[in-house]
């Protein structure tokens, strides 16, 4: 089985600053996937940024990035020059890559940002 | 755009009356699953198909049922709703394809009130 841990419920930063959200993770699986979610008020969830186990390269997607550290099990979200509209819910998730898992996720429990003007 | 679809998205019932929210999508993936999302919490797995094959989380309790008719659609049921069942329930799909990692796509949920 899988976990995933967010240890901050709540983070803020001010526009144009970098943040770095926090993820660990517990799995027994040699290859898996990890990603980020993000749910902003209202609106559905979006897919940030996906990370393979295997992969040691860290991924990025424009502002997003990540620090993947598979020794330590840690996978934090860096946001760089954050915007308004980076507020939301973000969520790590978890997943493994083969078995008949069907794609099923373990989600954190989620980190709230908030960016001010 | 292909996307998925989640209708209503604001459904209200009474307590005890059954109720069913629908998902469609336009992506042709084959794996469709159901979330329970309350505020502030990561969503909870209810449920999945796989094509046509059901799988039940362990904990799903009884009166949550879902039927999947052809690949574009998935329905949740739920046969009488309590107070505790009041909540956001998300619709996602994937394709099982290991090379991407299995994205998932969400709808934009349906928010269920009990009264």
């Known amino acids: 089985a899988q976990t995933v841990t967010q240890s901050q419920p709540e983070m803020s930063v001010q526009e144009a600053e970098t943040v770095t959200l926090s993820c660990t993770y517990d799995t027994s699986e040699s290859n898996y996937y990890l990603f980020w979610y993000k749910q902003p008020p209202s609106r559905q969830m979006i897919l940030v940024i996906r990370?393979?186990?295997?992969?040691?390269q860290n991924a990025t997607e424009n502002r997003f990035s990540v620090n993947f550290q598979k020794a330590a099990k840690s996978f934090s979200l860096k946001i760089s020059d954050s915007q308004l509209g980076d507020t939301a819910m973000y969520f790590c998730?978890?997943?493994?890559?083969?078995?008949?898992?069907?794609?099923?996720?373990?989600f954190g429990q989620g980190t709230i940002l908030t960016v001010h003007p | 755009d292909a996307m998925v679809i989640q209708n209503p998205r604001y459904q209200v019932t009474q307590f005890g009356k059954p109720v069913t929210l629908s998902c469609s999508q336009t992506?042709?993936?084959?794996?469709m699953y159901w979330y329970q999302q309350k505020s502030s919490q990561a969503p909870k797995l209810l449920f999945h198909y796989y094509d046509k094959d059901f799988n039940n989380e362990a904990d799903t309790p009884d009166n949550f049922q879902s039927r999947r008719p052809n690949t574009s659609f998935c329905f949740l049921d739920i046969r009488s709703p309590g107070l505790g069942d009041a909540a956001m329930y998300l619709c996602a799909t994937s394709r099982l394809n290991r090379d991407r990692g299995n994205e998932q796509f969400f709808g934009p949920g349906t928010r269920l009130t009990v009264l």
């Open positions: 998730a978890a997943r493994n890559a083969g078995g008949t898992s069907y794609g099923k996720l373990t």
């Open positions: 992506l042709n993936h084959n794996v």
């Open positions: 990370q393979e186990a295997y992969k040691q």
